[in-house]
C-alpha cells in the first residue's frame, strides 16, 4: 500500500466512527433516552408515595414485588428514609417481571385503595423467595395472609383483585416504564437520573447525602428550606 | 464466476454479531448495562463500572462495523479473540461461583442466553477469528483492506 493510500485508509476510518458516533447520538436523542428528558412524576398522578412532596431528593422507583435485589434496594431506601425523614420523596412505580409479579401487584394495589400499600409492600418483599416459589392457588393464600395480617377489610380485597380495572393499572405502570427505558429492575429516578440496580443506588446515596451534608454545613442555620 | 468464498461469510456473521450485540446496549440507556456487569460481581467499582459499561458497546460496535466493512480486518480478529477470551474468563467465574445470572446480557433485550450458552457462543467465536486470521487472504475478499492495499 502507498502512503496516499494507507492515509486514506486512516481518513475513511475517522469519517466511519464519526458517522457511527453521531448516528447512534442522534437515534438516542429521537428515542428520548437522555436522562434529563425524564421529570419527577406529579405525586397527585401516583398514589404510591411517601415523603414530604418539597424533599429535596424525589426518588421514583419501577421495581418487581418478586425480585431479589428488588427488596434489597427497598432496604436501602427504607435505611435512607428513616436518616433523612425530611429530604426524601419516593414514588413507587409496578414494574411485574416474573408470573407471580402481577397478582403480588394486584394486592398491593388494593392493600393501596385501603391506605395500607407500603405496610403490604414490606410484607410481601420480605416474603420474596416464598411467593416467587409459590404455585397455584398457594400464591394467593400468602397474598390473603399477608392482608389478613395487616387488618385488611378482606371482603373488600376479595371485590378488588376481581376488579379487571386494577391490573389494568399495572400493566399501564409497566408500559410507562418501558416508555422510560426502564428494563431490569430495580431502576431508580433520583431527580430523574437514572440510576439501576440495588448497588448503584447506595452508591448514588452515598454520593448525594455526602454532598448535600457539605452544602447544607454551608448554608447558615435558618436559611434553609422547610 | 466468482467461487463462492465461505470466509467472507464467515467474516460477514461474525461482524453482525458484534454489530447487534453492541447497538442493542448502545440503544439503552448505559446504566441498565452497569447494572448487568454488576451481576457478574467482578469489578467492585462503581466508577469503573460505569466506564466499562459506556466504552464495551462501543468497542463491539466498531470491531463489527469494521470487520462487515473489511477493514483492518486483522486488528479486528485480534479484538474480537481479547473479548472473547475476556467474556469466557467473566462468564465462566460466574458459572463457578453459581451467580445468579439468568440472561448473560450480552445482547441487551434481543436474545436471552444462559451462561453456558455464551460460553459455547465465545469459543466458537475465538475458533472463528482463529481460522479467519490463518486465511487472511480469503477473509479479505470484497474489503476495504483489500481495496486500499491495491493503492
Same mark, same amino acid.
Given at each position: 500500500?502507498?502512503?496516499?493510500?494507507?492515509?486514506?485508509?486512516?481518513?475513511?476510518?475517522?469519517?466511519?466512527?464519526?458517522? +457511527?458516533?453521531?448516528?447512534?447520538?442522534?437515534?438516542?436523542?429521537?428515542?428520548?433516552?437522555?436522562?434529563? #428528558?425524564?421529570?419527577?412524576?406529579?405525586?397527585?398522578?401516583?398514589?404510591?408515595?411517601?415523603?414530604?412532596?418539597?424533599?429535596?431528593?424525589?426518588?421514583?422507583?419501577?421495581? #418487581?414485588?418478586?425480585?431479589?435485589?428488588?427488596?434489597?434496594?427497598?432496604?436501602?431506601?427504607?435505611?435512607?428514609?428513616?436518616?433523612?425523614?425530611?429530604? +426524601?420523596?419516593?414514588?413507587?412505580?409496578?414494574?411485574?417481571?416474573?408470573?407471580?409479579?402481577?397478582?403480588?401487584?394486584?394486592?398491593? !394495589?388494593?392493600?393501596?385503595?385501603?391506605?395500607?400499600?407500603?405496610?403490604?409492600?414490606?410484607?410481601?418483599?420480605?416474603?420474596?423467595?416464598?411467593?416467587?416459589?409459590?404455585?397455584?392457588?398457594?400464591?394467593?393464600?400468602?397474598?390473603?395472609?399477608?392482608?389478613?395480617?395487616?387488618?385488611?377489610?378482606?371482603?373488600?380485597?376479595?371485590?378488588?383483585?376481581? #376488579?379487571?380495572?386494577?391490573?389494568?393499572?399495572?400493566?399501564?405502570?409497566?408500559?410507562?416504564?418501558?416508555?422510560?427505558?426502564?428494563?431490569?429492575?430495580?431502576?431508580?429516578?433520583?431527580?430523574?437520573?437514572?440510576?439501576?440496580?440495588?448497588?448503584?443506588?447506595?452508591?448514588?446515596?452515598?454520593?448525594?447525602?455526602? !454532598?448535600?451534608?457539605?452544602?447544607?454545613?454551608?448554608?447558615?442555620?435558618?436559611?434553609?428550606?422547610? | 464466476?466468482?467461487?463462492?468464498?465461505?470466509?467472507?461469510?464467515?467474516?460477514?456473521?461474525?461482524?453482525?454479531?458484534?454489530?447487534?450485540?453492541?447497538?442493542?446496549? @448502545?440503544?439503552?440507556?448505559?446504566?441498565?448495562?452497569?447494572?448487568?456487569?454488576?451481576?457478574?460481581?467482578?469489578?467492585?467499582?462503581?466508577?469503573?463500572?460505569?466506564? &466499562?459499561?459506556?466504552?464495551?458497546?462501543?468497542?463491539?460496535?466498531?470491531?463489527?462495523?469494521? @470487520? @462487515?466493512?473489511?477493514?483492518?480486518?486483522? @486488528?479486528?480478529?485480534?479484538?474480537?479473540?481479547?473479548?472473547?477470551?475476556?467474556?469466557?474468563?467473566?462468564?465462566?467465574? &460466574?458459572?463457578?461461583?453459581?451467580?445468579?445470572?439468568?440472561?448473560?446480557?450480552?445482547?441487551?433485550?434481543?436474545?436471552?442466553?444462559?451462561?453456558? &450458552?455464551?460460553?459455547?457462543?465465545?469459543?466458537?467465536?475465538?475458533?472463528? &477469528?482463529?481460522?479467519?486470521?490463518?486465511?487472511?487472504?480469503?477473509?479479505?475478499?470484497?474489503?476495504?483492506?483489500?481495496?486500499?492495499?491495491?493503492?
Amino acid at each position: 500500500m502507498s502512503q496516499s493510500g494507507s492515509k486514506q485508509k486512516i481518513y475513511f476510518t475517522l469519517a466511519v466512527v464519526l458517522v +457511527m458516533v453521531a448516528l447512534i447520538f442522534f437515534i438516542h436523542t429521537l428515542k428520548g433516552l437522555k436522562k434529563n #428528558d425524564f421529570g419527577v412524576t406529579s405525586p397527585q398522578q401516583y398514589p404510591r408515595t411517601k415523603g414530604p412532596s418539597q424533599a429535596a431528593v424525589k426518588i421514583e422507583e419501577f421495581t #418487581d414485588f418478586l425480585c431479589p435485589a428488588c427488596a434489597v434496594g427497598s432496604r436501602v431506601l427504607n435505611e435512607y428514609m428513616k436518616k433523612y425523614p425530611d429530604d +426524601m420523596r419516593l414514588v413507587y412505580h409496578y414494574y411485574p417481571l416474573y408470573p407471580n409479579s402481577l397478582p403480588s401487584a394486584v394486592y398491593a !394495589e388494593c392493600a393501596g385503595a385501603q391506605g395500607k400499600f407500603w405496610e403490604y409492600h414490606d410484607r410481601l418483599i420480605s416474603q420474596v423467595k416464598t411467593i416467587h416459589r409459590a404455585k397455584g392457588d398457594a400464591v394467593f393464600r400468602y397474598l390473603l395472609k399477608i392482608a389478613e395480617d395487616i387488618d385488611l377489610d378482606m371482603e373488600q380485597i376479595r371485590q378488588c383483585v376481581a #376488579d379487571p380495572k386494577v391490573e389494568k393499572v399495572i400493566i399501564k405502570e409497566k408500559e410507562l416504564g418501558n416508555n422510560m427505558g426502564v428494563r431490569a429492575t430495580p431502576t431508580y429516578f433520583i431527580n430523574g437520573k437514572r440510576v439501576v440496580g440495588h448497588i448503584a443506588l447506595k452508591e448514588e446515596f452515598k454520593k448525594y447525602f455526602k !454532598e448535600s451534608a457539605s452544602a447544607a454545613q454551608e448554608i447558615p442555620k435558618g436559611s434553609q428550606a422547610n | 464466476m466468482q467461487k463462492f468464498n465461505l470466509f467472507f461469510i464467515v467474516r460477514l456473521l461474525l461482524g453482525l454479531l458484534y454489530v447487534s450485540s453492541g447497538i442493542e446496549k @448502545l440503544m439503552q440507556p448505559y446504566e441498565n448495562f452497569v447494572y448487568v456487569l454488576q451481576g457478574y460481581d467482578i469489578v467492585h467499582n462503581y466508577t469503573l463500572e460505569r466506564i &466499562a459499561a459506556f466504552f464495551f458497546p462501543w468497542i463491539e460496535f466498531f470491531l463489527g462495523v469494521f @470487520l @462487515l466493512l473489511g477493514l483492518w480486518i486483522k @486488528l479486528c480478529l485480534w479484538g474480537y479473540s481479547v473479548l472473547s477470551l475476556t467474556f469466557i474468563v467473566v462468564v465462566s467465574q &460466574a458459572i463457578v461461583r453459581k451467580l445468579q445470572i439468568d440472561n448473560c446480557g450480552c445482547f441487551g433485550d434481543l436474545v436471552h442466553m444462559p451462561l453456558h &450458552a455464551v460460553i459455547i457462543l465465545d469459543v466458537g467465536v475465538l475458533v472463528l &477469528a482463529f481460522v479467519l486470521y490463518k486465511k487472511i487472504n480469503l477473509s479479505s475478499y470484497f474489503s476495504l483492506d483489500h481495496y486500499y492495499s491495491k493503492r
